[in-house]
């Protein structure tokens, strides 16, 4: 977590449901950016009275969204422990979605982060590999370090031409956007008929989001303008003309202890059992595993995976996986 003495606030903007429209909604939650602390400002997230899309209305203006991914945020500075166990966890998603990443295939991984998974593709045998990040600093370590071919920005900057790709990653990408619909549809316009879309985003409806509740870590205001549950997902799916698949349910104790984390936190400021928690924070998410296991089992875990499909013509089929 980073120094909460830098403040990084600033004004924020009313928005409407991305997935309907309406400008109709209900409080949600109101939470201070508790995962980064960029901000000491307050953050409300909404519900959409027509859809139930949760979002971040107010929201910051989009020249302020670099401001909340500090150098220290989590995901592009990983401790060397945590590193080695996100190696291991892409290592085994490599192999469970072999069919979708192995060579031939022309996969695009969009907010690609540092490279760590696409870094497991290309090591499983799989060159054709390309990957898209906003973050100048995270895109240059894959480029540099990884030696992976990764441009700066987004996707719809890159213009990549029609039906050029044949598996899409977006992991947990679509809650950081500021349109999902419109990026959705751009990665159907680039995705070949018959190919897949494979998409991970925190769980709203999950066993933790409820009983963890302000801290659960899939809010992570202001970073996450969304929040999904398998209802909107599908909702979002379905209304840009792609066949979304079963969803898988992960399981992971991460969530769980960073839950505790920001609980000591909130409760305790300044204490020495911060550290602590930090410290062995990798063995308390191995610990709760089990946890994570018993969430996924009963289909309410806190990450969940779908596979989706552009169809192959203008018929809409159930059997596409077959």
Request: hydrophobic letters at 40%.
């Amino acid at each position: 977590m980073t120094d909460s003495s830098v403040f990084r606030g600033g004004p924020l903007q009313a928005v409407a449901c991305d997935l309907c429209g309406s400008n109709k909604d209900r409080t949600f939650l109101t939470l201070p950016d508790m995962m980064s602390n960029t901000s000491n400002q307050m953050y409300r997230l909404a519900r959409c009275r027509s859809c139930d899309l949760i979002y971040l209305n107010p929201r910051p203006l989009p020249w302020q969204f670099a401001s909340y991914y500090p150098e220290t945020y989590a995901p592009f500075a990983r401790s060397r422990l945590g590193a080695r166990a996100r190696t291991w966890l892409h290592s085994r998603t490599v192999r469970e979605l072999e069919h979708f990443l192995d060579a031939p295939n022309r996969v695009l991984d969009v907010g690609c982060g540092t490279g760590e998974l696409m870094h497991e593709i290309r090591k499983a045998g799989n060159p054709n590999i390309i990957g898209i990040e906003p973050s100048p600093g995270a895109s240059r370590i894959a480029r540099e370090q990884r030696k992976l071919d990764v441009s700066t920005g987004t996707l719809e900057q890159q213009r990549y031409p029609a039906e050029s790709f044949d598996t899409v990653l977006l992991s947990h990408v679509l809650e950081h956007l500021p349109s999902p619909v419109t990026t959705i549809a751009e990665v159907r316009r680039v995705l070949k008929p018959g190919g897949v879309i494979i998409i991970w985003v925190p769980n709203a409806a999950s066993f933790a989001a409820r009983l963890l509740g302000r801290y659960w870590m899939g809010w992570d205001v202001p970073r996450h303008l969304y929040a999904f549950t398998p209802g909107s997902l599908h909702r979002l799916i379905e209304g840009a003309d792609l066949l979304p698949g079963e969803i898988f349910h992960e399981r992971h104790g991460l969530e769980w202890a960073w839950g505790i984390r920001l609980w000591a936190e909130s409760r305790f400021p300044g204490h020495s059992i911060n550290s602590v928690l930090a410290t062995i924070h990798p063995f308390t998410g191995v610990a709760l595993s089990s946890v994570g296991a018993v969430s996924a089992a009963i289909g309410a875990s806190g990450r969940i995976r779908m596979i989706v499909r552009k169809p192959i013509d203008d018929v809409r089929s159930n059997r596409f996986f077959s």
